[in-house]
DNA sequence: CTTGAATCTGACACTGATGTCAAGTTTTAG
DNA sequence: CTAAAACTTGACATCAGTGTCAGATTCAAG
């Protein structure tokens, strides 16, 4: 499929579908004019690193990740290195702190809403 | 209490806490000088809006909401209008989708530390 | 062939909290 | 009194993904 489609279908702009071709997260075949030419992978593909991003990995990361991920089309996947295994441990206790903290967020906000409901 | 003390305490830079009240975000009294002087229960204070702030709220949405919050000082909390409460429901939704992105994002780490420390 | 829609590359702007540096003032300890 | 530490304001930089615009090219349909 073509950039308009896939960004249509992932809610993820053009403009940041071609960032991500540039760090290296998404390929793209080219048709023989130069067009980007997804496969139909490229959907899922796209939303998991949309989420990694929401999860304040840097696309850095992100490169390391994705080839030790088991995709959806079931592709080969490598392993983490110890060293990879190391920095995404820590990306995931930073997550888990993450999650505590927006908890407390929602919590605060849901008693500030039932406050003025009931006032 | 001063500057270098909050900041120590909330592990907020002094440089935050500075801009914090440009934002009109955290009040200080002066001393003759000119310097900041907390109460005591800014500390609460720093941390609630560093937990806003992760959240991903703006300052101008906290400087709202933050009145209408019970402090720990449980100093007399306004009530939310109508249109902040219909503001405030909308970033509790956000928060609750951020939410669930991040324990995908969670699990697809830890799916793939895992399968480093068997492989 | 023609025309309009879609895509291409490249460049520049923005956001918004935070880092950092500079020069000057206040506070505190000896 | 004095020196060091802490604080003040102000300005400029940074990050990293994204928005946007311009000018050129390609694609698809009539």
Redesign the pocket.
């Known amino acids: 499929m ?4 896939l ?1 249509r279908r992932t809610g ?10 540039t ?1 290296g997260l998404l390929r ?1 075949e ?7 030419d997804y496969p139909e992978a490229a959907v899922d593909r796209v939303v998991r690193i ?1 989420e990694l ?1 929401a999860a304040g ?4 990361r ?1 490169v390391q990740l994705l080839p030790c991920m088991r995709d959806t089309d079931g592709g080969p996947s490598a392993v983490a290195t110890p060293r990879l295994v190391e920095d995404l441990t820590a990306e995931r206790d930073r997550i888990d702190r993450m999650i505590a903290d927006l908890v407390r967020s929602r919590d605060t906000l849901n008693e500030v809403i039932e406050a003025a409901r009931q006032g």
């Open positions: 073509r950039i308009g489609e960004a993820v702009s053009e403009r940041s579908l071609r960032y991500y071709e760090q793209a080219r048709t023989p004019g130069g067009h980007r949309q991003f990995l840097h696309s850095s992100i």
